[in-house]
T-cell receptor, first 114, second 114 residues
């Protein structure tokens, strides 16, 4: 059973700080990685995708991928109270041409305190 | 443009009944996915359509679950002889064709089996 592991949190940071969210995955063949934000009672919203080792920046968000360590992270700079949500890490299956089937972690609950 | 549309948003029914959940993907997205999310968990893959055919139905839990996409656009997830354990949020996502494309989720259908 391929797994994606996340610290469930809650992770609490003050407004303006950097929030660091981490994720590990067990399927060494995974090729595509995504971070979704999910507000309580709402559906997952895509915020970042990353496919290659290294960093990818988009506004206040930076995704980092290390395939050798099977590790993905998301940094949120200048955290705002509106960033308070559950962050889901997802990886595609690596076997049999299944680079579409997402396996999600359970999510990390982030609280940004004003 | 319009996002993924799911109806109904909520469905309450009795054990043993039949239910249909509908998904209308983003225009131009030929790939469509169904996931199921239980409380405190990440979404779990159910089925993937590329066009009209189910390319991967390996996530369907048993033969009470079936999904169709007859014209390659709208999809319907059908659940027969519902059980209380089927209660969850059923999420539909769509994406551009091709491996590893980011998937965009609808608001989901919250299914409650009494």
């Amino acid at each position: 059973q391929k797994e994606v592991e996340q610290n469930s949190g809650p992770l609490s940071v003050p407004e303006g700080a950097i929030a660091s969210l981490n994720c590990t995955y067990s399927d060494r063949g995974s090729q595509s990685f995504f971070w979704y934000r999910q507000y309580s009672g709402k559906s997952p919203e895509l915020i970042m995708s990353i496919y290659s080792n290294g960093d990818k920046e988009d506004g206040r968000f930076t995704a980092q991928l290390n395939k050798a360590s099977q590790y993905v992270s998301l940094l949120i700079r200048d955290s705002q109270p509106s960033d308070s949500a559950t962050y889901l890490c997802a990886a595609t299956a690596g076997s049999g041409g299944s680079n579409y089937k997402l396996t999600f972690g359970k999510g990390t609950l982030l609280t940004v305190n004003p | 443009g319009a996002g993924v549309s799911q109806t109904p948003s909520n469905k309450v029914t009795e054990k043993g009944k039949y239910v249909e959940l509908r998904c209308d993907p983003i225009s131009g997205h030929t790939a469509l996915y169904w996931y199921r999310q239980s409380l405190g968990q990440g979404p779990e893959f159910l089925i993937y359509f590329q066009g009209t055919g189910a390319a991967d139905d390996s996530g369907l839990p048993n033969d009470r679950f079936f999904a169709v996409r007859p014209e390659g656009s709208v999809s319907t997830l059908k659940i027969q002889r519902t059980e209380r354990g089927d209660s969850a949020v059923y999420l539909c996502a769509s994406s551009q064709p091709g491996q590893g494309q980011p998937q965009h989720f609808g608001d989901g259908t919250r299914l409650s089996i009494l």
